[in-house]
């Protein structure tokens, strides 16, 4: 019965969805307030419908109703409440209900927050944000609906895929959906923008905090998505370029470019159309990335069921929507009013010089995801593209972005001077050459790789220069400590989540840098009491018995972890077999420092006192880990200080100071 | 020139020069870092050169899956033509007699294949579709293998 609601629940969301997407379109054309004031309502009612969708899935399978065929097929009763719960989105259906939630939540927000939006702006992206509404909720109901019955019901579920019985499973989807989806905001205000022809400071203003918080949580979801295949495939390696990977990674790309280049907008009334163009292509990437990964024409964990039919509606969605706003860009973007002019060296120029660097690496990124498909469309052989390619492309892309990155904040908006800054510059030149001599002679020169010295360079050159610009700002050394403290509490907080993501940027070089170059891997068939040494570790087999969890046995191996004798820790990987579905998966044990990660996987009993073990050590993986969190942190940041701002009208003049 | 048409000239050349840089890039890469695919079939008729890094695909043939140690032995075969198979490592889990797998690494001059990375997909209900084509290839496709 409940489900039978919450289905009902979802057909009354699209009704509702239709009449958001259609009403308040008019009334701003017509200029009809009645129409126009349509469409809050109408957005709030919506997501409250969907959320009762959610909840009435979601009962289904807490209680397992196993008459639901989403929950047959996905979920058992044996399986913990954690799975159950988190499981709703675990299987295709669920997880596109879980999108339309955040789509009509966000919708939702838009409506209750922006009280001071105008009223021509907030219709129409209201009204654009519907009619993603309409195809996904069309998508969902005719190809995927999650409340279909089965007749008569089975005994008991299939059960949930095992590598994804995984506390990252509550965290990670949503996460990235909620970046992914969040984008849907910044190409309503968008399409919005470019319907009414007028896209200024207040609309910028307006876009930031949107696809800020899109861009923490995406960069979140990433982030866990990586740790969560780190230490659950067992091959010790966090990232594969895997189309999926590519998939998440491009609309961070261009979201990124887009959240610097609105900063643009919002601050000199520059670059307007090239924002919009992004704020499209940021969605578009979204979209594409749902399409690549539900329509199973690439392949992976996350391809639950591929089918055709899926596959085609996602694409037609994806043309629709990106074909429609690009042709309308075409036509409106030209009567756009240029904005404020800018020497190339200046913060605008290095704004735009970065996102045009991120931009190209976003479209390599994307032509490496595609090429396997077009050369096989064009039959060319069938091939694969790995992290070789992406590694021989991107990288090269980013190292001038990551130059200029640190550069960018130091120079002055309009027109900048380089010759106030070449004492800094040549300081930080001056540290990053020494972090390379030091590098390089620490992994005993051509040991081990070139580009491990200069990786440490790059990090070093944009950390100091970060920290560099800070010092400067405050003035800290150069008068009173109290003065500088007072400064420091009066800058913007934008500025500090600006430092502090960039930062976070360098830690993250550091860790993919450190980890890359001396990353060394151990494979053995090991006996009891058998010392395998590796990087200067000892790693001493002591036991492996059978042990039972709720929903699975597991052979758990104990292992003695020693560096020159000394007992460092005991590690205790498992490798699982799972009852429902009967299918094995493995668990490593990971021991973590600061400088690094000793990662231990159990294979196979190869002989009757022996197993497969394999052995990695990990430098500096963490620091990937902290640096991420770090650059999320100072996107919250530079939120706290954005939420004076959101709804407040450029001509207020009693709340906020101006930025 | 007005202000603004040499910004926009800056812009285009900048959107230029990084387009460059990168066509340059990919055109380099796709020469050197694509891995090709090929059934057992394909490798046997196309005579892939000694040490090429490629990818192949198969079905694991039943009973031949051999384990010393962590050196395991198998052969992947698409029902016509069967591959010898080396491999030193942990397999992944889905990895199973019978099952679809893709194995990545280059022949020897004995036609004997040393993978380095084993690839079994993370379900079992999915078949690699370069697998299911080769299979198809020679007849054996035994219908949907999705549910």
Known sequence: ?659 | MTPKTKRRLYMVLLGVAALGVATALVLAALKDQIVYFYSPTDLQSKHVAVGRHIRIGGLVEDGSVLKEGAVVNFRITDTTTTVTVTYTGVLPDLFREGQGVVAEGSVDKDNLFHADTILAKHDEKYMPPEVADALKKSGQWKGETRQ
């Open chain 1, 1 to 659: 019965m409940i489900t039978e609601f919450g289905h009902f629940a979802l057909v009354m969301a699209l009704a509702v969805a239709v009449l958001q997407a259609s009403l308040p379109m008019v009334g701003a054309a017509r200029h009809n307030g009645t129409l126009m004031a349509f469409a809050a309502p109408a957005a709030v009612t919506q997501a409250l419908l969907v959320i009762l969708a959610f909840a009435a899935l979601t009962h289904a399978f807490v209680t397992s109703d196993f008459s639901v065929a989403v929950v047959a097929q996905n979920s058992h009763s044996l399986k913990p409440m954690l799975y159950k719960v988190a499981g709703v989105w675990g299987n295709h259906e669920g997880s596109l209900l879980l999108w339309i939630l955040i789509l009509a939540v966000f919708g939702a927000a838009v409506a209750l927050v922006g009280t001071n939006l105008p009223p021509l702006l907030k219709a129409r992206a209201l009204a654009v944000q519907a009619m993603i509404s309409v195809g996904f909720i069309l998508f969902i109901l005719l190809t995927s609906n999650p409340f279909h019955r089965l007749d008569p019901p089975p005994l008991d579920g299939n059960g949930l895929n095992p590598l994804l019985q995984d506390p990252g499973l509550a965290f990670h989807p949503p996460m990235l959906y909620l970046g992914y989806v969040g984008f849907s905001m910044a190409f309503s205000f968008a399409v919005a923008g470019l319907i009414e022809g007028k896209v200024d400071s207040a609309w910028a203003r307006w876009v930031r905090p949107w696809t800020l918080v899109a861009w923490i949580a995406l960069t979140l979801g990433i982030t866990g998505g990586s740790w969560w295949a780190y230490y659950t495939l067992g091959w010790g390696g966090w990232w594969y370029w895997d189309p999926t990977e590519n998939a998440s990674f491009m609309p961070w790309l261009a979201g990124t470019a887009l959240l610097h280049s609105a900063s643009v907008v919002e601050k000199r009334g520059a670059l307007k159309s090239w924002t919009v163009f992004l704020a499209i292509v940021t969605f578009g990437f979204s979209l594409l990335g749902t399409f690549l990964v539900r329509s199973g024409v690439l392949t992976s964990v996350h391809s639950f069921a591929s089918d055709p039919a899926r596959g085609a509606f996602i694409l037609l969605l994806l043309l629709l929507m990106v074909g429609g706003s690009f042709i309308l860009f075409a036509v409106r973007a030209p009567s756009m009013q240029a904005g404020g002019l800018f020497a190339p060296l200046s913060r605008e120029g290095s704004l735009l010089f970065n996102n045009v660097m991120m931009a190209t690496g976003a479209a390599t990124v994307l032509l490496g995801t595609l090429y396997p498909l077009i050369a096989d469309a064009l039959d060319m052989g069938k091939v694969s593209v790995g992290p070789p390619f992406f590694n021989a492309v991107f990288l090269p892309l980013m190292t001038p972005m990551i130059i200029a990155m640190a550069a960018g904040p130091m120079l002055s908006w309009k027109r900048a001077d380089l010759k106030g800054l070449s004492q800094r510059l040549s300081g930080m030149l001056a540290v990053s050459v020494l972090v390379a001599l030091a590098v390089w002679f620490a992994q005993g020169g051509s040991a081990g790789p070139w580009w491990a010295a200069g990786g440490f360079a790059l990090a070093a050159w944009l950390m100091v220069g970060t920290a560099w610009d800070m010092i400067e700002r405050i003035r800290l050394f150069r008068q009173p400590l109290g003065l500088s403290w007072r400064r420091a509490k009066g800058m913007p907080r934008a500025s500090w989540g600006m430092a502090a993501a960039h930062f976070g940027v360098g830690l993250v070089i550091l860790g993919i840098t450190g980890s890359s170059a001396w990353k060394l891997e151990a494979i053995q068939n090991q006996h009891l009491n058998q010392t395998v040494s590796l990087g200067g570790w000892d790693l001493t087999l002591k036991g492996v018995e059978e042990n039972h969890g709720p929903n699975y046995t597991a052979s758990r191996a104990t292992f003695d972890l020693t560096r020159d004798g000394k007992q460092i820790a005991t590690l205790s990987p498992e490798k699982r077999q799972f009852l429902m579905p009967p299918r094995p998966a493995t668990n490593a044990a990971i021991r973590t420092s600061l400088w690094g990660d000793i990662y231990v996987v159990v294979g196979d009993q190869a002989g009757d006192d022996s197993w497969v073990t394999r052995l990695y050590v990990n430098p500096m993986v963490p620091w990937m880990w902290i640096g991420a969190a770090l650059m999320a942190a100072g996107g919250a940041l530079s939120l706290t200080d954005l939420r004076h701002r959101i709804g407040v009208p450029k001509a207020a003049p009693s709340k906020g100071k101006t930025p």
